[in-house]
């Protein structure tokens, strides 16, 4: 059942079918040894080949060797990138690609994966790499199109949508049990296979020009070798770099999730390494980049895999049956395989994501949102890199402008909070300041400003802590600006004083003289710091300690 | 007394003497009308000067038209940007260039200024943009080497150094006021000026080999056009960019610095519009990229400069003065020019901040000597963007592998701190997790295997509090981690809790239907959350709540 849809990924990667079959066995095998999940099934996938296509087609033309050659080398670089990345523990880097813009890069890709295969089931040769690209091409060939190609491939689109939606619940509703209904619903892309190569053959079709798959070879992989060339390379390393990423945060995503469900754990290190020497055996075996995919893996779930070596003869098997069984689908119309793609990758499409994200948290909307729009009007490379760079630039420039809040005591309590949100009591001579970030060379500048500008006015201020239990690191950008604040207020009468402070800060700020200087004392909780610094009757501060502030409001 | 320093900054630019004066005119006026600072005074400074060269000579010949005209376009790309950044309020931008990173940056500049002069001292042309390039092309020209320029460069320079340190403390000795020393040590390059000069004109040693300045035009700035050729901007972008950025922060050091001696406020965001308008200025009138300078700014402020445009007036005049001076610099030696340019670019280099940074902070010294090392190695670009682009990357890593804390109560108090550090009282059935760092995309993962590892091994946990006063935003990934973990504990019996949510990140959560699906409560204090889930005499959790815990150490 998985023979359609993986000759349509080496379709969608503008490679010839064999090579999706080649990428199947020799990184199965491969991955087995040095991967860590038991089930995860390494090979094509849908955004992974969409992205090859786009890196490859950009600097050779679809079909000639030298196009075989860059998906090799493809491959290779980017099994050296994540055996590299792997062997030097830098896992927690595909981190930085965060969960909203991972499901808005995978639904911006199935739109352009579905568009990019309308040309297929209008018969026609459009290009493109980016959806007004698409459009445009399409548009300009659409005198071309070739009716009988249409048909074929709007009847198998529409049947497999049915499949997809209607026939279940119809099975469900004549009576059928779930399990017969789910049997018969995974058979449908088999039936427009098998019909529409039928058709093909019976009809006579090929000559009315409905393009077909035709022949493949048969037979082991071949051994292959990625080019060297510096020019290729240097040409590659980009998108070989976000493929590598790309493909490691999805196979994680797979393996983590069968994983949870059998309370295995996934190292994701070693997951690099065996993603690293599944697509160097690619590279050398006439395949292009893979990683792991959900469909093949959850076939090796379902059969129950229980080591990682079972689960690899399960699929190599699989595959090496569907190299034997090529000769069956030379009259495969190319209309049906797309018709298969479009069903497919419209299921990743959800645009739940920007809803969710403009509701929590607009940052996270506008790391979505450029996501969807660079991938679909600029391709995916940019998209992906976008949205990695602005989620990191809205980060950094939300900390570079922390929230700061003057806080004040809990009645009853040992506890303080926001004299904006919370009825707390203050001291008219003590100043609080809670900075709810850790101090470092970004927001340096900012916590001298905000400490003078709360200083401007003639104040009766003698003492202002800094309650720094929001604070996890204070860099040595910080650490000038904390010394040029404590120096500036020791000008103006006023004590600095920490409090809260963390251990691992403490343990920096003891190794330099910055506690020697400091004005104040260091207390070990905002209470003590607020008995401490109480005022006693003689010492000439305001009296009226701890009058009850009403919260201006939020 | 400016005016060999001056036209030193232009030889380092490798344009004309005059460039420069022409520099120091319009922008000055330019600046008076949009900048902030009273004081500041806008025209070439040293490592301006050097980037400039950088970026200029690896697309044009010295000395050619295409070199002006590249200059002036590179004044005229950073200006814009510099008005659009200003425009934008992005300000703030300049805050990511941390303190260590401009100190390593100005040391390592230092030193390739003073490298690059060599040459001059030498009487030789040799070339290079990186400290190896150019002790490879010295070495190259050694054998070229002028006897009477060297002779005339080292005297100079062995002069200069000599006022610079020994002759203050001679003339103090000697019984002179603290004023007068400083004027004749001031005095000092003015003396080697004039004596170099009239040694060339009075032995005639120009036709010995030694180059001289030689004619500067007279007059006011001539109207220039900066190219607008898309070649042209397209190579000269991003060094434009580190020029605006770095001539910024260089600018905003010194008029902070200056401002605050006299209790005033300087706008960066305005600081911005300012130096824009005066790089536009300077390309429009033969200059090259400009920015606020120490030294011409200090004249200002020794003059007493009340407003802006008394500061422009004085430093104007001096230039105007300059233009008129420039027949008597003809037989001026570009090795004493040089000679100046060594000996106050070697002030600037301090390797302290390697010292420092070593001692209090591991991720600030590897940021400082990448910094450092790319300068020098690879030039100042690189060296800058590396400083950045690494101070960014080190702090995210840290961020991403937040420090993680398990907490108990303070004896006596309401306070809890870390088990590890304090005796803290615990309670077996009591997870009290404290996450030092924001949640975000980047350790969204973290927290999950942070919290299932405490869980890992058969404990008789039954409540798990995640204290989040370190917690200053939560954003969509990370919230989906706590879902996932909320769920997770639920299947294993153990109720999630918060405590200390912030004002600000309890907002967002209140958007979500998080708080409905978790399984425990929010507290306002850890106490509230310690006192709440005491074990009852009934509730089946193990007795013996409030265990002594001895710290581990640290």
Redesign the interface.
């Known amino acids: 059942m998985l023979i359609p849809q993986s000759l349509a990924y080496a379709l969608l990667a503008g490679l010839p079918p064999e090579a999706e079959l080649y990428a199947s066995i020799a990184p199965i095998i491969l991955y087995a040894i040095f991967g860590t999940s038991r089930v995860l099934a390494v090979g094509p996938v849908a955004v992974v080949s969409l992205m090859t296509a786009a890196a490859i087609g950009a600097i050779a033309e679809q079909g000639n060797m030298g196009y075989a050659v860059a998906a090799l080398t493809l491959a290779g670089l980017s099994g050296v990138m994540l055996l590299a990345l792997g062997l030097l523990r830098l896992g927690?880097l595909a981190?930085?690609?965060?969960?909203?813009?991972i499901a808005g890069f995978i639904t911006a890709s199935g739109i352009l994966i579905a568009t990019s295969q309308i040309k297929h089931i209008l018969g026609v040769s459009a290009g493109g790499d980016t959806l007004p690209a698409m459009i445009v091409s399409l548009g300009g060939h659409l005198g071309q199109t070739n009716p009988v190609t249409l048909g074929i491939g709007v009847a198998a689109t529409a049947f497999l949508f049915w499949v997809r939606k209607g026939l279940k619940p119809l099975l469900r509703r004549l009576g059928l049990g779930p399990r017969p209904a789910d049997m018969i619903t995974k058979a449908g892309p088999v039936a427009a296979v098998v019909v529409t190569t039928l058709a093909v053959w019976g009809f006579g079709l090929e000559a009315r020009g409905v393009r077909i798959v035709g022949a493949v070879p048969q037979g082991l992989p071949p051994l292959t070798l990625p080019s060297v060339s510096p020019d290729l390379i240097g040409l590659l390393i980009v998108p070989a770099f976000l493929i590598s990423i790309i493909g490691f945060v999805e196979s994680i995503s797979v393996a983590q999730t069968l994983a949870?469900r059998k309370r295995q754990r996934i190292d994701p290190n070693q997951e690099l390494i065996g993603l690293g020497a599944a697509n160097i055996g690619a590279a050398f075996t006439g395949g292009y980049p893979v990683t792991g995919g959900f469909a093949r893996s959850v076939v090796n779930f379902d059969a129950g895999a229980e080591t990682a070596a079972a689960g690899a003869f399960t699929a190599v098997g699989l595959a090496i049956a569907a190299l034997a069984l090529t000769p069956l689908i030379y009259f495969l119309p190319v209309a049906t395989l797309s018709a298969t793609i479009i069903v497919a990758v419209l299921g990743l499409v959800d645009f739940s994501i920007l809803r969710?994200?403009w509701?929590?948290?607009r940052?996270?909307f506008i790391a979505v949102a450029a996501t969807v729009l660079f991938t679909l009007g600029l391709g995916v490379e940019t998209g992906v890199s976008a949205g990695v760079i602005l989620?990191?630039g809205l980060?950094?420039?939300?900390?570079?402008?922390?929230?700061v809040?003057e806080v004040g005591l809990?009645p009853g309590?040992?506890?303080f909070?926001?004299i904006n949100?919370h009825a707390v009591l203050t001291d008219p001579g003590l100043l609080t300041i809670r900075i709810?970030?850790?101090l470092?060379?970004?927001?340096?500048?900012?916590l001298e400003d905000c400490i003078y500008d709360r200083l401007a006015d003639d104040s009766p201020i003698r003492d202002v802590v800094l309650m720094c239990?929001?604070?996890?690191?204070i860099?040595?950008?910080a650490?000038?600006s904390l010394e040029a604040i404590n120096l500036r207020l020791k000008e103006m009468g006023v004590r600095l004083h920490l409090s809260e402070v963390?251990?691992?800060v403490m343990?920096?700020l003891q190794?330099?003289h910055f506690l020697d200087a400091l004005s104040g004392q260091v207390f070990?909780?905002q209470?003590d710091a607020w008995v401490g610094l109480a005022p006693g009757p003689d010492d000439g501060r305001p009296q009226g300690v701890a009058t009850p502030v009403t919260p201006a409001g939020?």
């Open positions: 927690f981190n930085f690609l965060s969960h909203p813009v949870a969710r994200s509701s929590y948290s940052p996270d989620s990191i980060h950094l420039y939300r900390t570079s402008r922390p929230h809040a809990v309590t040992q506890h909070r926001n949100r709810d970030e850790s470092y060379f970004a927001n340096a500048r900012f239990s929001a604070i996890n690191e860099d040595l950008s650490l000038e963390k251990g691992p343990d920096g190794r330099t070990l909780s209470y939020a």
